[in-house]
């Protein structure tokens, strides 16, 4: 069974900085883009980040750009996020994805069905 664990999240006053894991196990994510999804109260689920297995090429939106950044452990099966100066708006549940498919088109077009979803981490900044 596949699991995506996230952790690091946390109550961060603004303009502070948090380092978010998620590790995968049950298999190899060998060739799989791994993602960072949030999702706000009473928004939908929006992309953040994503790297590519293969070069490490990574894609942010726009509204993080600059301040997140997006690395992976491929040896550890581990991405992280980093979050500097963040922002009351920067409140919510970040979730890890993986998914097959290229990195930039997980960007444009999210997760797969096949693909998997951690079960989030908790970012809450306060002003």
């Known amino acids: 069974q596949v699991h995506l664990v996230e952790s690091g999240g946390g109550l961060v006053q603004a303009g502070g900085s948090l380092r978010l894991s998620c590790t995968a196990s049950?298999?190899?994510?060998?060739?799989?883009?791994m993602g960072w999804f949030r999702q706000a109260p009473g928004k939908e689920r929006e992309f953040v980040a994503t790297?590519?297995?293969?070069?490490?090429?990574?894609y942010y939106a726009d509204s993080v750009k600059g301040r997140f950044t997006i690395s992976r452990d491929n040896a550890k099966n581990t991405v992280y996020l980093q979050i500097n100066s963040l922002k009351p708006g920067d409140t919510a549940v970040y979730y890890c994805?993986?998914?097959?498919?290229?990195?930039?088109?997980?960007?444009?077009?999210?997760?797969?069905?096949?693909?998997?979803w951690g079960q989030g981490t908790q970012v809450t900044v306060s002003s």
């Open positions: 049950g298999r190899t994510f060998s060739g799989y883009s």
């Open positions: 790297i590519s297995w293969s070069n490490g090429a990574t």
């Open positions: 994805a993986a998914d097959l498919k290229p990195a930039s088109r997980l960007q444009s077009e999210g997760v797969s069905v096949t693909g998997y």
